[in-house]
């Protein structure tokens, strides 16, 4: 009973945090129209950063996804390229913790494309541009994350004595397993959304499928690299 209430308690405390947040986000939009274009720009996106890094330290994926995916819709420039961008860095934030695995790929992918699908089909405009911007900076955003992962990898035979080669192995394996849990986190996503945004998230997959990818050759070459190491 003790260890609910402090569930519950920790649940209202995020809860009343994230509206705090929120709050302080629209007071920081609003105080950017007093300055210049040039400034307001800036400003606008210093809080987008400190958005994308309470992803990582709030765990605050979806709400903070939702709430800026519909900001550039509002804005109506440039959607695709934006929410591109923006998924890319909260692909990449919320992957940073912890170990790099396929089961939280998944996870961060789907998160990411319904979470901005959803922000549209609330806003009832731009789905498509919109659910494309997100897969395709949710894919970037785990390219970026492998090469990360690699890069770690290459290190940590450096500085450890005890790094084996069942090591290099495990990460092979994760990184060629990484496309399958790419389609897999849209095809889930796709049971969702709504129509507008299945097509694109159905077009994507049959894509993936069809040809060889960008998320399959950067795997292939990772591949490559970590045979060398």
């Known amino acids: 009973m003790e260890l609910l209430k402090i569930k519950y308690k920790l649940q209202e405390q995020k809860e009343s945090f994230v509206a705090e947040l929120k709050d302080a986000f629209d007071g920081a939009k609003e105080a950017a129209s007093n300055f210049s274009e040039e400034t307001k720009d800036e400003i606008e996106d210093s809080v987008t950063h400190v958005k994308l890094k309470s992803i990582e330290i709030l ?43 396929t089961q939280k790929i998944k996870e961060v992918t789907q998160a990411v494309v319904v979470a901005a699908a959803e922000a549209a089909q609330e806003a009832e405009k731009s789905v498509k ?35 084996v080669e069942e090591n290099v192995k ?44 960008q998320l399959k050759k950067q795997l292939q070459m990772q591949r490559r690299r970590l045979l060398i190491i």
Do not use: P, W
């Not at 995916?69 to 509002?74: G, L």
């Not at 090469?147 to 290459?154: D, I, V, Y």
């Not at 849990?181 to 849209?186: C, Q, R």
């Open 170 to 213: 495990y990460a092979i394996e994760n990184f060629e397993a990484i496309e399958d849990a790419f389609i897999e986190a849209l095809s889930n996503a796709i049971n969702k959304v709504e129509d507008s945004a299945k097509r694109v998230i159905k077009d994507t997959i049959v894509d993936l499928k069809k040809h060889t990818s």
């Open 129 to 163: 541009e919109t659910t494309k911007g997100a897969v395709e900076g949710a894919k970037e955003g785990i390219l970026n994350s492998i090469e990360e992962a690699k890069t770690k990898l290459s290190k940590s035979k450096d500085d450890a004595e005890d790094f």
């Open 59 to 101: 765990g605050l994926l979806e709400e903070t996804l939702k709430h800026s995916v519909k900001a550039i819709i509002d804005e109506g420039k440039d959607i695709e390229a934006k929410v591109a961008h923006l998924t890319k860095e909260a692909t990449e934030n919320a992957l940073k913790t912890g170990q790099l695995s």
